[in-house]
């Protein structure tokens, strides 16, 4: 189960990679082979690399600084 885990943690960190446009020539053998093995991994690849909804899903995120000042209203009415 560890193995899965690390294996998955590996591609994520991959496709992450690559999205930012850091991948070594290594890397990129690495992502091409394990989007060869599959129709799954790749269409998982695509879904995952694609640049408009990695755009929406950036833009979907809260705003960090919105969430901190809710955090501390909270901790600071219960005080």
């Given at each position: 189960m560890a193995e899965d885990?690390?294996?998955?943690e590996?591609?994520?960190?991959?496709i992450t990679a690559y999205i930012c446009g850091n991948l070594t020539k290594e890397e990129t053998f690495e992502l091409e082979e394990w989007c060869m093995q599959s129709v799954a991994n790749q269409a998982l690849f695509?879904?995952?690399s694609d640049p408009e909804r990695v755009e929406r899903t950036i833009n979907d995120l809260p705003d960090l600084e919105t969430l901190r000042a809710e955090g501390w209203n909270r901790i600071a009415a219960w005080l």
């Open positions: 885990t690390k294996y998955i590996r591609i994520a960190a991959l695509d879904k995952l």
